[in-house]
């Protein structure tokens, strides 16, 4: 069963960068479309960004289109987000997931495995 862990979370200021990690055990990450995730308080669960099983291909939502990067390297059996001129808006928990396939998008409802999630935080 696929097993996700995220981490690189932390407090930046805005303008900022992170990069979070997404760490994968359990099974073979080359099977597996990943979708990142965040949450902020009292709001509902939103997707951020999707990468195919291949990493050929990324999806982005259009609040961090231009801002953020999906990549994977499957042979780590890592996924990573890179986080640049990062806005308070931005603060949420995030999340990794996996979804079996080559391909998924960004509806919480696509993904079966899902990480516990890191926080980030983004002063003004």
């Known amino acids: 069963q696929l097993q996700l862990v995220e981490s690189g979370g932390g407090l930046v200021q805005s303008g900022g960068s992170l990069r979070l990690s997404c760490a994968a055990s359990?099974?073979?990450?080359?099977?597996?479309?990943i979708g990142w995730f965040r949450q902020a308080p009292g709001k509902e669960r939103e997707g951020v960004s999707c990468?195919?099983?291949?990493?050929?291909?990324?999806n982005y939502a259009d609040s961090v289109k231009g801002r953020f990067t999906i990549s994977r390297d499957n042979a780590k059996n890592m996924v990573y987000l890179q986080m640049n001129s990062l806005k308070p808006e931005d603060t949420a928990v995030y999340y990794c997931a996996g979804s079996w396939g080559i391909l998924a998008g960004l509806r919480n409802d696509e993904y079966d495995y899902w990480g516990r999630g890191t926080q980030v935080t983004v002063s003004s």
């Open positions: 359990g099974v073979a990450l080359d099977y597996y479309a």
């Open positions: 990468i195919s099983s291949t990493g050929e291909t990324t």
